[in-house]
Nanobody, 123 residues
Framework: QVRLAESRGGPVPAGGSLRLSCAVSGDTFGIYTMSWFRQAPGKEREFAAAIRTIGLNTYYADSVKGRFTISLDNTKKTLYLQMNSLKAEDTARYYC????????????????WGQGTQITVSS
């Protein structure tokens, strides 16, 4: 069983920055992709960023490309999401997720999820 625990989020002013972390524990053998998803009130959960655990290739949603950076420290077993130039539309609950699949875009492909952490960007 893989366990994922996101760091605490919080309020951030528009234009500000925040780094989220996700501590990974348990049996991670075979996990190929780790990602961040987000869900705004009244909206479906959407893909934000993904990283391969081998090779560390990264993928981003157009809405965050150039502003967010995903990274993985395999030694510390921690996933990160550096968020810069935050906008009000980035307000959402952010989830860390892991999958053995190479399909990273759809949330249905992920077997493991964290509890999520709320990020509120004030304009």
């Amino acid at each position: 069983q893989v366990r994922l625990a996101e760091s605490r989020g919080g309020p951030v002013p528009a234009g500000g920055s925040l780094r989220l972390s996700c501590a990974v524990s348990g049996d991670t053998f075979g996990i190929y992709t780790m990602s961040w998803f987000r869900q705004a009130p009244g909206k479906e959960r959407e893909f934000a960023a993904a990283i391969r655990t081998i090779g560390l290739n990264t993928y981003y949603a157009d809405s965050v490309k150039g502003r967010f950076t995903i990274s993985l420290d395999n030694t510390k077993k921690t996933l990160y999401l550096q968020m810069n130039s935050l906008k009000a539309e980035d307000t959402a609950r952010y989830y860390c997720a892991a999958t053995r699949s190479s399909d990273y875009f759809f949330s249905s492909q992920y077997e493991h999820w964290g509890q999520g952490t709320q990020i509120t960007v004030s304009s």
